[in-house]
């Protein structure tokens, strides 16, 4: 259903399970900057009537996801660590050249967020599945969900407003290259690295 290329290792549910804390810090600022993207696609594409109306939307989810994790990592007794660089979208951001015109440009941010929400989604099916903490399994299991739905709204919208084939020519490409850049992160309890 994701498209993905290359699966994560269920090994790196290990990896996430012998620090549940850094996790939980690393998800709570994704979700923090799904927010942002939200925002910075309302702030940059403001014709775009029913793209805004979804992104108002998303926001409103989107913060709330942040909420529900802060609230996980207070009820264990810690306090949110810093923000870290996000390798993983560090890298995937070098797939497309900058420039273009701005239905390039907005075609590229939105398959962007698509494989981002579908990498997610992904990786919140592993914890639903594997962690051993029931609880903390079930708050993923939810969330795999909405992960889900936010990967085919971006995909969506960027096959209409771009010219359908070439998206899904340019979706495709970008896959690929996403799993080169997986097969070299998978070995830190990051959502995405």
């Known amino acids: 259903m994701l498209g993905l290329k290359l699966p994560t290792d269920p090994r790196w549910v290990n990896i996430v399970e012998k620090n549940i804390e850094e996790i939980l810090t690393d998800h709570a600022f994704c979700e923090q900057k799904a927010t942002s993207t939200a925002i910075s696609l309302i702030v940059s594409f403001p014709e775009y009537t029913e793209l805004i109306q979804e992104m108002v ?3 409103k989810e989107e913060i709330s996801h ?3 994790v802060h609230d996980i990592i207070l009820e264990r007794g810690w306090v949110l660590g810093r923000d870290r660089k996000d390798e993983y979208v560090v890298q995937l951001m070098k797939f497309f050249p900058k420039g273009g015109s701005r239905t390039t440009q907005l075609v590229h941010r939105l398959l962007y967020a ?3 929400e579908a990498r997610s989604c992904e990786r919140f099916r592993l914890l639903s599945e ?3 903490d029931k609880k903390l399994a079930d708050f993923y299991r939810k ?3 909405s992960e889900a739905n936010h ?3 971006f ?3 960027a096959r209409k407003y771009g010219n359908k084939k070439e998206v899904d020519t340019k979706w495709q490409q970008l896959l690929e290259y996403e799993a080169k850049i997986m097969s070299d992160l998978g070995k830190k ?3 995405h690295g």
Request: proline share 0%; charged share 15%.
């Open 130 to 132: 594997e962690l051993e």
């Open 66 to 68: 942040f909420k529900m």
């Open 114 to 116: 698509a494989l981002i």
């Open 189 to 191: 309890e990051t959502v």
């Open 57 to 59: 939307a998303l926001v």
């Open 143 to 145: 969330l795999m969900v």
């Open 155 to 157: 995909l969506g919208f």
């Open 151 to 153: 990967y085919t709204m």
